[in-house]
């Protein structure tokens, strides 16, 4: 019986390394899919304060800072946060970044349900 129980420790132990090995050679690209999808469902309450702030002046200048806010502001957050997360799950534990993917990724899931996008 102890031998099953160290096969399948074994087993799920491999499968954790590897899957995390994989996961940290795509780093970047899961970053970027995190700082993209947590913009996505979290871009209509920035834009709703953002509108809100902006209200008072000439449609003009509205038109203009929602355009640099859209350009400046998402790229930014896009471009100066994707690097930190990726070193961020670089940094963890390989047997480990598998499953705190899926685990980050379930819970953006949830959010969204939340937020009725699903």
């Not at 920035?46 to 640099?68: C, D, H, K």
Request: one cysteine or more.
């Amino acid at each position: 019986m102890i031998d099953i129980v160290n096969t399948i420790t074994n087993l799920l132990d491999d499968l954790l390394w590897r899957t995390g090995a994989w996961v940290n050679g795509y780093a970047s690209e899961v970053a970027l899919a995190l700082v993209a999808t947590l913009l996505v469902l979290y871009g209509d309450d920035i834009n709703r304060t953002f509108a809100r702030s902006v209200r008072p002046y000439p449609w003009i200048v509205r038109v203009i800072s929602f355009v640099l806010m859209c350009a400046l502001g998402y790229g930014a957050i896009t471009v100066l946060v994707t690097p930190l997360i990726a070193e961020a799950i670089v940094s963890i534990e390989a047997r480990w970044v598998g499953l705190l993917t899926i685990i980050a990724f379930i819970a953006i899931g949830t959010l969204a349900e939340r937020k009725r996008y699903i």
